[in-house]
């Protein structure tokens, strides 16, 4: 990434949004990207064996979305190498493996979090990824699982997973407990350890190392870019997606202008019309901007109104707009 005088180049993990499930599909995609055109968007995770064996299509994304990371969930490098490729044909910019999610259904089909007691594996899988795409692959994983927490636990993850050619690292400053917590319950109850991940930069100085977990401002992001090479955000940007519309310029030095939320809704009703004439539903998309204008006088009618009715049959842009009149912006 480079500012208009191209002064600064900035690794493309410096911002980037958490692949969630059900969330960033490719509506939620194209929404944040009108707000800023330099965060990596990622996609939700996506199975090797949804990608390879599934009826649907998985791989669905707008031109307009770049750039734009496909996560991929697998373990099978075989697969994983298949998989990657598909999302290169079908336009993704880098490849990502997801090494983080503690869910039940993730470990039964052995991916996610339990992979990090597997190196060589992950070693391997990115090789095989990064060998058939030619592409960027990273790796999003924890500091930690179950009892295998310590700090030379994770940079011997990180070392043998290094070795094979991967370059960056998205790390969770949190452990996953794969057992006795739900997915949500570990993305709150093991204690942050941003520490440990700074440390991890200093000690693996040559690679390419983001945070995520518990962030929720650019002034918090600001003071991990001293640190790190990058941030990701997740859950806070879905509830707050306006917090976007200042990240070019805070974190990439990008001078363009920063939009009001009413022009953020005008440049999305193109994409809308454009989406409901291909058979969407309305509230496929309007779900995804709920908190355009969270904190404004009318913010609740908004999601209100958009809520009892973006679902109906035959609502259009018209719903958007009685929406927006309820709304006052400061």
């Known amino acids: 990434m480079t500012n208009p005088d191209n002064t600064n180049v900035y690794p493309s993990q410096r911002f980037s949004i958490a692949p969630m499930l059900d969330w960033t599909d490719r509506h939620c995609r194209y929404f944040h990207r009108v707000m800023s055109k330099n965060t990596l968007l990622y996609s939700e995770m996506v199975t090797t064996g949804a990608i390879l064996y599934g009826k649907g299509d998985y791989l669905q994304k707008d031109d307009a979305e770049h750039p734009v990371c496909l996560q991929l969930g697998g373990s099978a490098p075989v697969d994983l190498a298949q998989a990657a490729l598909a999302g290169k044909e079908r336009g993704f910019d880098e490849i990502n493996l997801n090494v983080g999610c503690p869910s039940d259904r993730v470990q039964n089909g052995r991916f996610g979090a339990c992979l990090m007691s597997e190196a060589e594996l992950v070693g391997d899988a990115v090789k095989a990824m ?24 994770l940079c011997d993850f990180v070392s043998k997973v290094a070795e094979k050619g991967c370059d960056t690292f998205v790390v969770h400053a ?3 407990w794969l057992s006795g917590l739900s997915p949500k319950q570990n993305r709150d109850v093991p204690p942050l350890d941003y520490e440990r991940v700074y440390q991890l930069k200093k000690d693996f100085p040559q690679l390419t190392i983001a945070i995520n ?11 991990h870019l001293q640190h790190l090479d990058g941030v990701m955000l997740g859950r806070e940007v879905y509830a707050n997606p306006y917090l976007l519309s200042s990240v070019d310029q805070r974190l990439f030095a990008d001078q363009s202008k920063i939009l009001t939320r009413f022009e953020v809704l005008e440049k999305m009703y193109p994409y809308i019309e454009q989406q409901l004439s291909n058979g969407s539903y309305l509230n496929h ?20 109104h958009l809520s009892q009715n973006g679902h109906l049959p035959g609502a259009g842009i018209e719903v958007m707009e009685k929406a927006a009149s309820f709304v006052i912006e400061s």
């Open 285 to 304: 998309i309007a779900r995804h901007m709920l908190g355009l204008f969270q904190g404004l006088p009318g913010a609740r009618a908004w999601r209100r």
């Open 213 to 223: 977990g518990g962030i929720k401002t650019l002034d918090e992001c600001e003071i």
């Open 130 to 153: 990064s060998d058939a795409t030619g592409l960027p692959v990273s790796v999003k994983t924890r500091i930690g699982i179950d009892d295998l927490d310590s700090y030379d636990f």
């Open 174 to 176: 949190r452990k996953a």
